[in-house]
């Protein structure tokens, strides 16, 4: 470093400190009027990082936002089918954890390193930078993603950041209503955290009402809750807990696979589950521990509170939310069906939960799963494959299968899957088999799938 630069910076590092010291929380020291405080030079290294994250070399660079089900498996996929570009993941967690089996981990049928993968490793492994990293901002019209370590520039960007909690729809602008019910009663359908604090609540708790409410569609995996739901009951069975669980479902009906969990609600967890449809939630207080919604008002000792979901923050960040013909954000990112890529950007794909609509008949949007984001991550890496060798992509669609586990002795699951094609005025069409009779296969085959899933993601060895 320069002598006149080290000089100025220990200077400025000086001056500063002398600065905020009349601030400090000193018996008898003069508060600093707030305008004075406004004055106060931010330290160097605090301000935004705007140095470069990597250096330009030639080959075409592939930035994906999101290091999810979507995210790592487009990664992993473009080393086959962009074998000459640049592939950087940026993502703010250090390790990846698996949402699908969550359910089943929740009450120790699923262990924690078979849900744990680690990112750097495996991006070294198999030729993809990774960096753990905020994103902060997307300019597409400088084509410059801004994180929290530096800038990247892009030729081809995929956004895959999952959901939010739209908690305005509860609580309006009421920060403080909505943070306590994020941190007191966590639902764990967008933070890797919160799984966490669903597994503490359960393993302490000692007995009485608990209460879980599902959002309006479109939402995460919606078959999930009623799973969580049939674990959390089963372990108050096994453990012989005195409590109840009331599920407060917005729609008028379990769907998907209705029948299978109806049969387990009635046939295992008769005293336990009480299942609510119609449940719109009109009011949500964290503090006395009580729930209003359109099919009645409940009080509770522990819940788990979904607030309505919304493609993730990023998504709104990179401008990519789609507006209603009224004007009003949709809150799911704007994309060209059949080409996955934004409606009025075509160098910015949108892959997994974020997703907006992709047809105009009643199911309208492919179901938020991991294993769709999986698919749209194998077809967006072929996409982009094409164009880079200067050929026109051909029309891929997604499939979808999920495995829901409703009995932990003896181990039983039930499963539900949905194919697409193309109708003759070119809609996209959904079709939807349930396997509704609970058995131990489908339980098995619910880790062969992610014993898959895992073995393209991440390398692990693939299950026999
Ligand atoms: C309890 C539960 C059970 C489920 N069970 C199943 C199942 O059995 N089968 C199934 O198919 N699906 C299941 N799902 C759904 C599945 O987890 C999601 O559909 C899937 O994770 C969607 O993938 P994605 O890539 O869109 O989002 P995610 O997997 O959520 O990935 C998004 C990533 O982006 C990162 N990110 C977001 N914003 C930023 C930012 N600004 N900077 C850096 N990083 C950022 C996040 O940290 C995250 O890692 C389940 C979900 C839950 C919650």
């Not at 199911?363 to 164009?387: C, D, T």
Request: aromatic share 10%; with cysteine; hydrophobic share 40%.
């Amino acid at each position: 470093m320069h002598p006149n630069r080290r000089l100025f910076l220990a200077g400025s590092a000086a001056a500063a400190a002398t600065a905020v010291l009349p601030g400090c929380a000193t018996p008898g020291a003069a508060a600093v009027p707030a305008a004075d405080r406004a004055a106060v030079p931010q330290p160097f290294f605090v301000q935004q990082a705007r140095q470069k994250l990597l250096p330009r070399g030639k080959a075409p660079r592939i930035v994906i936002c999101g290091g999810g089900w979507g995210g790592v498996t487009v990664a992993q996929n473009l080393r086959k089918t962009a074998p000459q570009a640049e592939v950087v993941l940026l993502e703010r967690n250090p390790v990846f954890f698996s949402s699908p089996l969550s359910n089943l981990w929740l009450v120790d049928l699923a262990p924690t390193q078979f849900l744990t993968h680690d990112y750097l490793t495996v991006s070294e492994r198999h030729g993809w930078r990774f960096f753990q990293a905020e994103v902060t901002q997307v300019d597409r019209a400088r084509r410059l993603v801004h994180t929290s370590l530096g800038q990247l520039d892009y030729d081809w960007l995929i956004l895959a950041p999952g959901i939010r909690y739209h908690y305005e729809a509860w609580f309006g602008n009421d920060r403080a209503a909505a943070d306590a019910t994020r941190q007191r009663f966590p639902s764990a359908y967008a933070s890797n955290a919160e799984h966490w604090g669903i597994k503490r609540a359960l393993h302490e708790f000692k007995g009485g009402e608990w209460v879980m409410n599902l959002p309006p569609p479109p939402q995460r995996c919606p078959p999930s809750p009623y799973e969580r739901a049939c674990m959390i009951a089963w372990h108050f069975k096994k453990h012989g807990i005195k409590a109840r669980l009331t599920i407060l479902d917005h729609k008028p009906d379990i769907t998907p696979i209705g029948p299978g969990y109806h049969a387990a609600f009635r046939e295992l967890y008769k005293d336990i589950i009480t299942y609510v449809p119609n449940a719109h939630v009109q009011e949500v207080d964290p503090f006395n521990k009580r729930i209003r919604t359109s099919a009645g008002d409940m009080r509770f000792d522990h819940a788990v509170l979904m607030a309505p979901h919304q493609a993730g923050d990023l998504a709104w960040q990179a401008d990519a939310i789609g507006l209603t013909p009224q004007g009003q954000a949709t809150g799911w990112a704007d994309i060209d069906p059949l080409k996955l890529h934004l409606r009025h950007d075509d160098r910015c794909y949108v892959i997994g939960d974020a997703i907006g609509r992709v047809s105009n008949l009643p199911f309208g949007f492919y179901p938020k799963s991991a294993h769709v984001a999986n698919r749209l991550g194998r077809i967006v890496a072929y996409f982009i494959g094409e164009r880079i060798a200067g050929r026109t992509p051909g029309t891929r669609l997604p499939d979808n299968l999920c495995y829901m586990a409703v009995n932990g002795d003896p181990a039983e699951a039930i499963n539900v899957q949905f194919d697409y094609k193309l109708n003759d005025q070119g809609q996209i069409v959904q079709q939807q088999i349930d396997f509704n009779e609970r058995s131990a296969r489908l339980f098995k085959d619910d880790f062969l799938w992610a014993g898959h899933m895992f073995h393209e993601m991440f390398g692990t060895p693939k299950p026999a």
